[in-house]
């Protein structure tokens, strides 16, 4: 375990997750446990940069853990914990503000969309979004980092600072590398194909989400739009709406996409379609199912955030500790 190499990522707390969500992040995990030692979060503070309903955003929090084990990451292998259990985020953060400035922040792409959407509520939080991500990933010294193409930019900013925070002194923290997911991996939106699927598609049919039973998923599937013609063929400059329910079907059957080009040779847009929607449905439903199970047992859900706020309590005051002595913060 020691000898591992230590691997941060996390998720907020927030909207409904996507299939595209679980092929890139969650799936991406079940592989990485095995052989690093790793550190998955759920982001509430990230979370309040926008104006959140408290009591979901509890309910979502507990959601989220029993959607991690229920996926198959073991709190046993890893350590699973809540951001605002362990208090040095909010501690290193504020130092790391010392060495980012605003002009950075204000170029962040994230940071202009998410301005213009909540335009009555850009608040300090939302701008020191990627600072506090920083300190996620420095606290735990991780060299690896999964994430979606999304957060390049975070990452990249969070390597600048460690980088600087290095230079400044001595050698304190890893500088992480983003583990960015593989473009075959990725998922569209059913009813834009050229668009990545998103937690807040303007049109809900373009989604599938984890929560959505199996007769939302299977008419979602109906409705994807397809190319014209009528070969069900792998070629997404051509047929980007064919393409996509391909590598839909190929991650949630488990078969090549050549496997599956195969098996619709010949046939119509329409029996493939479904073939998908069940592909993916029956794929959810026991997750589901153990979801739900695992939610219910609230002590459980509870066992795993104490312990794992303790673990990643113990490694992250270790770094803070450095962090302040370097600074030269008085210790007693
Ligand atoms: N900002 C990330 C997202 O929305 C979530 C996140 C917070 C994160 N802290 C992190 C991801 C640290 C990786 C590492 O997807």
Redesign the pocket.
Known sequence: MDDKKTL?????PTNNLTIGNYVG?IKNWLNLQENYDCYF?I?NM?AITVRQNPAELRQKTLALLALYIACGIDPQKCCLYV?SHVPAHAELCWVLNTFTYVGEMERMTQFKDKSARHAENVNMGLMD?PV??AA??LLYQ?QF????E??RQ??EI?RDIAQRFNNAYTPTFTVPEGLYMKVGAKINDLQDPAKKMSKSAENPNGSVFLSDDRDTIIRKFKRAVTDSGSEIRFDPENKPGVSNLLTIYSVFSGKTVPEAEAEFAGRGYGDFKLAVGEAVADKLQPVQREQEKILADREYLNAVLKSGAERAAHIAARTLGKVYKKIGFYQI
């Open positions: 941060y990522s996390a998720i907020q992040a979060a982001a990230h951001q979004y506090l991500m996620d990933i991780a980092v999964p994430v979606g999304d957060q975070h990452l969070a």
